[in-house]
T-cell receptor
Framework: GAGVSQSPSNKVTEKGKDVELRCDPISGHTALYWYRQSLGQGLEFLIYFQGNSAPDKSGLPSDRFSAERTGGSVSTLTIQRTQQEDSAVYLC??????????FGDGTRLSIL | AQSVTQLDSQVPVFEEAPVELRCNYSSSVSVYLFWYVQYPNQGLQLLLKYLSGSTLVKSINGFEAEFNKSQTSFHLRKPSVHISDTAEYFCAVTPGGYNKLIFGAGTRLAVHP
C-alpha cells in the first residue's frame, strides 16, 4: 500500500524566500508528525497533529515556522524568510493512535 | 525531560562479525523504546520496539535489543552482519506512551567485506 508521501523531494531556494513542504500521510492515520534532520542538530521534533486536538508546536524553532493540516489529512510545513540554517531534510511521519510512526523519504531543503 | 545517548557515532565491522550499537536514555517517566534504521536518501524504518513485557525484542532480519531498566539501556545487537546492514541506526524514546519521538544522534554502521 501507499506510504507517507512527501513533496518536493528536493528544494533549492534563495535566502529570504518562503517555502512550503507537503506531506500526504498514510490513509486513515490520525497522527502526523514533522521532524527536521540536520548535520549539526540531528533529528529534532517540530510539530505533532493528532485528530482534531490542538497541535503540539513545542518543537518549532522560531515563529518563521508554521504548519497546518487540512481535513485531517494532508499537511503543509511553511518556512517564511528562509535562512541558511534552515537547510536540512524535513521528515514527515504518520500513525494510527497508539501505533509506531511510519516515515516518508523527506524533503531535502537547501538555502543558498 | 528525556534524552537519548548513542555512544558511538560510527561502528566499522567486517561482514559476518557480531555487532553491538549502544543506546542509553534518561527519563523521569516511563518510556517506549525504538530502534529505527535509515538507508541513504530514505526515511526512517522501524526496526524494533519495546513497550512492555519481555525485555528482549527481535526483528525479522536478525537484530535484537534488550531493555535494561537498571542501566537505562536499550542496546542493539546482531550476531552476524551483512553488507546490506550498512546504514545509520537511531535509538529513540517516546515519553509516556506513543508520542513524539526523541532521537539519539545516530550510529553509522559500516560493514566491510
Amino acid at each position: 500500500g501507499a506510504g507517507v508521501s512527501q513533496s518536493p523531494s528536493n528544494k533549492v531556494t534563495e535566502k529570504g524566500k518562503d517555502v512550503e513542504l507537503r506531506c500526504d500521510p498514510i490513509s486513515g492515520h490520525t497522527a502526523l508528525y514533522w521532524y527536521r534532520q540536520s548535520l549539526g542538530q540531528g533529528l529534532e521534533f517540530l510539530i505533532y497533529f493528532q485528530g482534531n486536538s490542538a497541535p503540539d508546536k513545542s518543537g518549532l524553532p522560531s515563529d518563521r515556522f508554521s504548519a497546518e493540516r487540512t481535513g485531517g489529512s494532508v499537511s503543509t510545513l511553511t518556512i517564511q524568510r528562509t535562512q541558511q540554517e534552515d537547510s536540512a531534510v524535513y521528515l514527515c511521519a504518520s500513525s494510527f493512535p497508539n501505533q509506531p510512526q511510519h516515515f516518508g523519504d523527506g524533503t531535502r531543503l537547501s538555502i543558498l | 525531560a528525556q534524552s537519548v545517548t548513542q555512544l558511538d557515532s560510527q561502528v566499522p565491522v567486517f561482514e559476518e562479525a557480531p555487532v553491538e550499537l549502544r543506546c542509553n536514555y534518561s527519563s523521569s517517566v516511563s518510556v517506549y523504546l525504538f530502534w529505527y534504521v535509515q538507508y541513504p536518501n530514505q526515511g526512517l524504518q522501524l526496526l524494533l520496539k519495546y513497550l512492555s513485557g519481555s525485555t528482549l525484542v527481535k526483528s525479522i532480519n536478525g537484530f535484537e535489543a534488550e531493555f535494561n531498566k537498571s542501566q537505562t539501556s536499550f542496546h542493539l545487537r546482531k550476531p552476524s552482519v551483512h553488507i546490506s546492514d550498512t546504514a545509520e541506526y537511531f535509538c529513540a524514546v517516546t515519553p509516556g506512551g506513543y508520542n513524539k519521538l526523541i532521537f539519539g544522534a545516530g550510529t553509522r554502521l559500516a560493514v566491510h567485506p
